[in-house]
């Protein structure tokens, strides 16, 4: 059973202008859940239409129109999996996002265009519809190499990386997010070094992007936990984002273990080339 | 060119996350900012130093990304000095911070929506 848990020092009370009358449709046996996602988008302004299998949802999808699916990973008879494969059998495209205890491990990567982890949180779900919802174009087709502005959308695809973003700053978070989606990633997030080592455990990740000043337990904090917790082939590379342009900040992080760097604001260049440096890791 | 907003660095956001993005991002920090502030103001009143110099910060970090020089420069003063042993030159600090704040908005919002 969901619970929902809320979002660290954030609150995403009331109508927000990006999800506001955006269709979403929930498919889920449990009955808690589904009244936890309905209520809960409803208050962010979004229609939430509910199902509780993957029967009602295909013969929900003939008639109506969503932008969005959220699509449980354990129901009796049709799984989420084996629903969203029969979604897009259908002609749908719409993004389908998994909810799943499991995390993403469940799914090959290209039917759901994220997770949500369970007990879901608050600032992960609007996190995840805003991220899938904000987008200001119509999705661009798979393979448009090197945009006008000079952000190549094909990275993820050739250098995969499994992304965990530390970040607590709602601004820093969405637009490191948006440019990290500019380049073909998407990304988890965590609101504190508590969430990100939840997160660790919880499934494997090749990177975490470290803010360092976290509330709770801060960035350098959570690194010397990781770094004593897991030998460097079983943990993620950890690269730090400060807005620190203090002499010394760099060689702190470095010596809390983190393996990288880059400032806040953050650049396209420094991060793509951070993100070249990273090797993804085998299996878990 | 004024030494409100950068705008070099405004139009570079602009270039690299997309203008209408950018519009919400604005948004967002605007909505964010207030409640900064007012966490800025209760550490003050409380003297908790931590909390006085994350707020200063997230308000400093910030007002980088979208080139806001002036609120920016005043936000990292108060984070780098942190709590002054006199309350009240923190509290005139954050009166003219606010200032900062308010030119800022205007000055984004009317940037943002080209």
Known sequence: MAQLVPGQRRDFIGEQPVLKGKRVLVVDDNATNRRILALQTAKWGMVALTCEDGAQALALLQTETCELAILDMHMPGMDGIELAHRIRAGGNTLPLVLFSSLGRREAQDSLFAATLAKPLRQSQLFDTLVTLLAQDMPRRPAATAPAKDGIDSTLGQRHPLRILLAEDNVVNQKLALRLLQRMGYRADVAGNGIEVIESIERQPYDLVLMDVQMPEMDGLEATRRITSRWPARDRPRIVAMTANAMAGDREQCLAAGMDDYVTKPIRVDELVAALGRIKPRQGH | ?114
């Open chain 2, 1 to 114: 060119m004024n030494d409100v907003i950068d705008e070099a660095v405004f139009t570079e956001l602009q270039d690299t996350a997309g203008a209408e993005f950018v519009l919400e991002l604005v948004g967002t920090f605007l909505e964010e900012a207030p409640g900064l502030m007012a966490e800025l103001r209760a550490a003050r009143d409380a003297a908790h130093a931590d909390n006085f110099r994350r707020a200063a910060h997230s308000l400093k970090s910030n007002s980088q990304t979208f080139g806001a020089l002036r609120l920016a420069a005043a936000a990292r003063a108060l984070e780098l000095a942190g709590l002054h042993p006199d309350p009240a030159t923190d509290r005139q600090a954050i009166v003219a911070l606010q200032a900062a704040l308010d030119e800022a908005a205007a000055a984004l919002q009317e940037l943002a929506r080209g």
